[in-house]
């Protein structure tokens, strides 16, 4: 049999084994990167428009849902054996142990948001794909480039349906705050503000 033949099949890594390969150095510590699938996925730079709608979104929903959720930034989450994700944004419940020392289980996870550009196809991709199957509530996604929040909620079924398009003057709710109105505006960069450099 010829090499060409040889079919390579990459080893995945476990979160356990991903987090001490940080602790020992590894993975250094300005590294941007996350655990996709059992792959060590490098994360796009970000640019002053996505900190500019990343500060935006938390400090809007920690106003809004004040002493009802933890409103969590640039936080990495542990979803399964081979998966240690670093969304923009978590909305997690507010708990006696504020997860100190462990993970949210992925039941306890209300809200999960990414701001994207050039990061959309893996955002829209594989990630849609592990908070679909680990059942988050509700997945959001800034289209910074289109200017639209895009919106997946759980079926039921380990996968999102075709996600909401939602723009300008739209509002919608979470399924954890139904009786709480959010103004699609608030996620999305404010009007006639162009793409940082970085971001496009």
Same mark, same amino acid.
Do not use: C
């Given at each position: 049999?010829?090499?060409?033949?040889?079919?390579?099949?990459?080893?995945?890594?476990?979160?356990?084994?991903?987090?001490?390969?940080?602790?020992?150095?590894?993975?250094?510590?300005?590294?941007?990167?996350?655990?996709?699938?059992?792959?060590?996925?490098?994360?796009?730079?970000?640019?002053?428009?996505?900190?500019?709608?990343?500060?935006?979104?938390? @400090? #809007? !929903?920690?106003?809004? *849902?004040?002493? +009802?959720?933890?409103?969590?930034?640039? &936080?990495?989450?542990?979803?399964?054996?081979?998966?240690?994700?670093?969304?923009?944004?978590?909305v997690?419940?507010?708990?006696p142990?504020?997860?100190?020392?462990?993970?949210?289980?992925?039941?306890?996870?209300?809200?999960?948001?990414?701001?994207?550009?050039?990061?959309?196809?893996?955002?829209t991709?594989?990630?849609?794909?592990?908070?679909?199957?680990?059942?988050i509530? @509700? #997945? !959001?996604?800034?289209? *910074?480039?289109? +200017?639209v929040?895009?919106?997946?909620? &759980?079926?039921?079924?380990?996968?999102?349906?075709?996600?909401?398009?939602?723009?300008?003057?739209?509002?919608?709710?979470?399924?954890?705050?139904?009786?709480?109105?959010?103004?699609?505006?608030?996620?999305?960069?404010?009007?006639?503000?162009?793409?940082?450099?970085?971001?496009?």
């Open positions: 049999m010829s090499d060409m033949a040889v079919e390579i099949e990459p080893r995945k890594i476990t979160v356990a084994e991903y987090l001490r390969m940080a602790e020992v150095g590894i993975l250094g510590e300005d590294e941007q990167i996350e655990l996709l699938d059992g792959a060590i996925v490098r994360m796009s730079p970000i640019g002053r428009t996505h900190w500019g709608v990343h500060w935006r979104i938390v @400090d #809007y !929903l920690t106003r809004l *849902l004040n002493d +009802r959720a933890m409103v969590v930034g640039q &936080a990495s989450i542990a979803l399964g054996d081979q998966n240690h994700p670093q969304p923009d944004v978590i997690l419940p507010r708990t142990d504020a997860f100190i020392d462990r993970d949210p289980e992925p039941s306890e996870i209300y809200a999960v948001i990414e701001v994207a550009n050039s990061s959309l196809r893996k955002d991709g594989i990630k849609r794909d592990i908070y679909g199957r680990f059942q509530a @509700d #997945y !959001l996604v800034v289209d *910074l480039k289109s +200017r929040l895009l919106r997946y909620r &759980a079926t039921g079924r380990g996968e999102y349906g075709p996600p909401e398009r939602l723009g300008s003057g739209a509002t919608f709710k979470l399924a954890a705050f139904p009786d709480v109105d959010l103004d699609v505006d608030r996620f999305l960069p404010p009007p006639g503000v162009p793409l940082a450099e970085k971001d496009r």
